[in-house]
Every structure is written in structure tokens, then in C-alpha cells.
């Protein structure tokens, strides 16, 4: 694991570079609070998706953890960056450009505000994954400030109904909802 958080750093370094200190919604999760998170949940084969997927790198986690691991990236300079990353190391993930988003979905309008990062548009990412959002057993997300409820939203209206979330909410750790709990 040592060294696939190594890689991923390396990608940060070489990604934050390229961008010349513009503004940039990619940001990374803490991969050792993820890691802890995802033992908690049972594996062996059970479905992950990492909603915004970025370098894929929780994703991997994920897949280390015993998942059928996907993630879905409106990028897709960081889609290739992903897979190239997955094959590095060995690992398996699907991952698919676009949005997590589901064509017809529609975003509780209490819950959107102009600043919104990840309200991006993009193509359906579950159609290229083949997998719809209510299939996964875990959902994966990491939500800017004042997203968290639309992330909620989305997946209460269009999550599968035994599923469990992970929002990661930065200094605020990990939070977990699970079937039949907030
Ligand atoms: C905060 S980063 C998180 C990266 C990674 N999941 C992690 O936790 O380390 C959010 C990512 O979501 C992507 N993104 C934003 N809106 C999206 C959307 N509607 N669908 C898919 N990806 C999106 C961004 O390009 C960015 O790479």
C-alpha cells in the first residue's frame, strides 16, 4: 500500500504542477481514514463506487479491501491517470468518464447553490460502467463544504436501498449512512 500512496502523491505533485496554482476541485481524501473506514464494511466481492473518482486512489483502496471497485471522473486527463495508476500496481477498478449524476436526476433545488463544485455536467457515468447507481453495496464520496446534503440526497432518492454511503468530510473524519440509519 506504501507504495501506491507514494505513486498517488507523485500524480498530485506532477497534477498541481501542470496547473500553475489555479483553482482546481481536485482535492485528495485521507487514505488512511478511508482505509480504516472500509474495514469496518464487509467485502468478498461486495460492489464499490467512488462518486468524482479523481486519481482512483480510494477506489484501489477499495479493491484492496476485497470490492469490485468503480469510480466515475467528470475528468478524463484523470481517468487515464487512474487506470494507468490501477495497472502500476496491479490493482483492478472500472473507471468511467462522467458524471455520478444520473441522466433525469433531479437535484433538490434547496440543496444547489452557484458555487457548487461538483454539480458539473458530463455524461452518465453508469452507462459506460454498465452498473446502475442502485446496484452498488457501497458509495464512496467527498463532498465540499455545503454539498454534503445533495450527496445525501442523491443517495437516498437513487442509491440502492441496503447500500451504505461514506461521505469523507474532511477535518470532520468520515461519516457513515448506513440501511435504515441516518
Ligand atoms: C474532491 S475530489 C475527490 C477525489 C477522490 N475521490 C478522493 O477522495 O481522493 C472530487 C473529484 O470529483 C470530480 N467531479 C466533480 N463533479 C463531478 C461529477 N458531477 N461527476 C463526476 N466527477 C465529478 C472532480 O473532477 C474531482 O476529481
Redesign the pocket.
Known sequence: MLSLLADADAEERAIEAARGGAFD?????DYEAVWRALAALEANGRTFL?????LG??SLLAARRGFAAHG????ED?VRRARALADRHGLEAEYAC????PDGFEPDVGLLDEDL????E?AD?YVELGVPLDEFDVVFG?P?PGEEELFVDLFRRAGGPHATLLL?LGRDGIRTITPGRG
Open positions: 476541485a481536485f482535492i485528495t481524501s467512488e462518486w468524482g473518482s479523481g486512489v480510494v466515475i471522473e467528470l475528468r484523470l462522467g458524471s455520478f449524476f463544485v461538483h454539480g458539473g458530463g457515468g467527498f465540499w469523507n
